[in-house]
């Protein structure tokens, strides 16, 4: 029996899907002629009377919520205004941030530049990061501590000191032992010389 006998064969591609016929109106917005994508008008159906009102009501609701906090309730404003109201909402955050108030932590940026540089900054001393603050104390601490160690104060350094002078004085010991000791052998070879002869 042949694989897959039995089984419906899948059509590819699905049907033929073409756009919209669109005329434009007297607004300038594109219309489409089709019946099927038409908006639908109040006296179509007398069913759906009742559920187009209260999607026209939610729809209002919906416009009003998402109308901005400083702007007007109309949508349709002009490019001019728009900037406008821009500048407007922007010169409003700028008070409020030189008032002092501030804004919700969640919603501050934290890589955020709020200052911009000068090129007559640049020259100036600027702040260290916490992490060069750190390496420069430690850089500093060393420095102290290697002053105090060359200084012989540290306890490491008098322990070193001691060790030191321990190791000189056995040195010492070990060199006077050496000299004693060659001079009781030129001493015994003077004294084996001066019998060899007599």
């Known amino acids: 029996m042949v694989r897959g006998s039995g089984k419906f064969k899948q059509k590819r591609g699905g049907g033929r899907n073409f756009s919209k016929n669109m005329v434009l109106d007297e607004n300038g917005t594109a219309v489409s002629t089709d019946k099927r994508w038409a908006p639908r008008g109040k006296g179509d159906d007398d ?7 209260e999607e026209e009501e939610s ?3 919906e416009s009003e919520e998402e109308a901005p906090a400083g702007g007007s309730a109309q949508p349709e404003l002009s490019r001019a205004e728009r900037k406008e109201l821009k500048k407007k909402q922007a010169a ?5 941030a030189e008032d002092g108030e501030e804004e919700d ?5 934290p890589n955020h530049v709020g200052k911009k540089l000068n090129i007559s900054d640049l ?3 600027r702040e260290l990061s916490r992490r060069e603050r750190e390496q420069k104390e ?3 601490a060393k420095d102290r501590y290697w002053k105090l160690h060359v200084a012989g104060k540290t306890d490491q350094a008098k322990a070193d000191l001691g060790r030191l002078a321990k190791i000189r004085a056995e040195r010492e010991a070990a060199a006077a032992k050496r ?9 015994e070879i003077a004294a084996k010389a001066a019998a060899a002869r007599r």
Do not use: M, V, W
């Not at 069913?47 to 009102?53: A, F, H, L």
């Not at 409003?92 to 409020?96: D, F, I, N, R, T």
């Open 105 to 109: 932590e969640d919603l501050i940026n």
């Open 92 to 96: 409003a955050k700028a008070a409020k």
């Open 59 to 61: 729809e209002e609701e």
């Open 47 to 53: 069913e759906d009377d009742s559920d187009e009102e």
């Open 179 to 187: 000299k004693a000791e060659a001079e009781a052998k030129d001493a």
């Open 138 to 140: 430690k850089q500093e």
């Open 123 to 125: 020259g100036a001393p």
